[in-house]
């Protein structure tokens, strides 16, 4: 069963700290893996990744797929409250079905 | 443009009643996708549409459910009859070509008691 884990499931730091956020994956047919912002609405695009080893940035935000080891990271370096939020992953497969985890809920403290 | 639209915001109703929820995809989208929200178990795709053909149902409940694209604007999700724990936040999104970059609503909150 194709299955996104992502951890941890809640997160909070204070402004200016770095986090990393998780997500490893077990699909079969895997295409891209993409990464979602979540906040009070909608979730929003961040990034999509399908290539192992090249990193995707936009600002503080920044991600990587490994896709030997089956797994993503998403880094917010010098967070803002302005960052708090649902981080969802999702894996999208070859026949365009997708799969989303339960996501990491991000807090930050002023 | 306006993005995908989603009607009602929120609803509230008792069990038993009919529900449906009501999405216009952005123009130019050939794919659809409806999901449901809930905290324990996060977002859940319910089914997908390439060119207003429904592609993977697999993820609706149960007969209760049902989802039509009479066209290309316009898709609805129907319960009947409703029961509490189909309440959710219900998400519908677009995209260029199916399982890509999807632009979310955003979304109907049902609350059904």
């Known amino acids: 069963e194709d299955k996104v884990v992502q951890s941890p499931l809640s997160l909070v730091v204070h402004e200016g700290d770095t986090v990393t956020l998780n997500c490893s994956y077990e699909?079969?047919?895997?295409?891209?893996l993409l990464w979602y912002k979540q906040e009070k609405k909608a979730p929003t695009f961040l990034f999509m990744l399908t290539s192992s080893g090249i990193e995707k940035k936009s600002g503080r935000l920044s991600s990587i797929l490994d896709k030997k080891e089956l797994f993503s990271i998403l880094n917010i370096t010098a967070t803002q409250t302005g960052d708090s939020a649902i981080y969802l992953c999702a894996v999208v497969k070859l026949e365009d079905k997708i799969i989303f985890g339960k996501g990491t809920r991000l807090h930050i403290l002023p | 443009d306006a993005g995908v639209i989603q009607s009602p915001r929120h609803e509230v109703t008792e069990m038993g009643q009919e529900v449906t929820l009501r999405c216009k995809p952005i123009?130019?989208?050939?794919?659809l996708f409806w999901y449901r929200q809930t905290m324990m178990r996060g977002l859940e795709l319910l089914i997908y549409?390439?060119?207003?053909?429904?592609?993977?149902d697999s993820g609706m409940p149960e007969d209760r459910f049902s989802a039509k694209m009479p066209n290309a604007s316009f898709s609805t999700l129907k319960i009947q009859p409703s029961e509490p724990r189909d309440s959710a936040v219900y998400f519908c999104?677009?995209?260029?070509?199916?399982?890509?970059?999807?632009?979310f609503g955003a979304g109907t909150r049902l609350s059904v008691l």
């Open positions: 999104a677009s995209a260029i070509t199916g399982g890509y970059i999807q632009y």
């Open positions: 123009s130019g989208h050939n794919s």
């Open positions: 699909v079969t047919n895997f295409r891209s």
């Open positions: 549409f390439n060119n207003n053909v429904p592609i993977d």
